[in-house]
């Protein structure tokens, strides 16, 4: 994991096939069961994936504890079925990518980079939320399995 002036890098090995984790994140009714860290939950009717470049990447995250909500808008900018997943938020700017790679075996190794990173998205907590997100999906995979 590596953070430095607006850039953050998260890598993760997962329990299942490129295709597989690639349908999680493109697939509305997988997404909903793993995005987001613990204490938190994205409605599917806040959803919208058209994995295409230029193609919609929304949704909004709810805080359990206090309902308060978090919509994300943004674009896909690149994609590459079972490779690749990028976008670009619409608010702030922020740019994610994810890529995916076949270590065998049913395993991949899932790199997110995310650059033009806001200061207030920056930090120990943003980075532990990502990893907890990642930890849902780890568990999400694996309840397919």
Not at 68 to 91: H, M
Request: glycine content about 8%; proline content about 7%; overall charge negative.
């Amino acid at each position: 994991m590596t953070e430095n002036l607006g850039e953050l890098t998260i890598t993760r090995e997962l329990p299942a096939a490129p295709a597989v984790v690639f349908r999680a994140y493109t697939e509305p009714e997988q997404f909903v069961r793993f995005w987001g860290p613990v204490g938190t939950h994205v409605p599917l009717d806040t959803v919208t994936i058209e994995p295409k470049v230029g193609g919609r990447y929304d949704s909004t995250m709810v805080i359990e504890a206090t309902g308060d909500r978090y919509p994300v808008s943004g674009e896909i900018t690149d994609i590459r079925p079972g490779e690749l997943l990028a976008f670009k938020e619409d608010s702030v700017g922020l740019r994610s990518t994810l890529t995916l790679t076949d270590l065998g075996d049913g395993r991949t190794e899932a790199v997110l980079h995310q650059t033009d990173v806001p200061a207030m998205y920056c930090g120990p907590e943003a980075e532990a939320g990502l990893n907890s997100s990642f930890d849902r999906l780890v568990e999400h995979l694996l309840a397919q399995a």
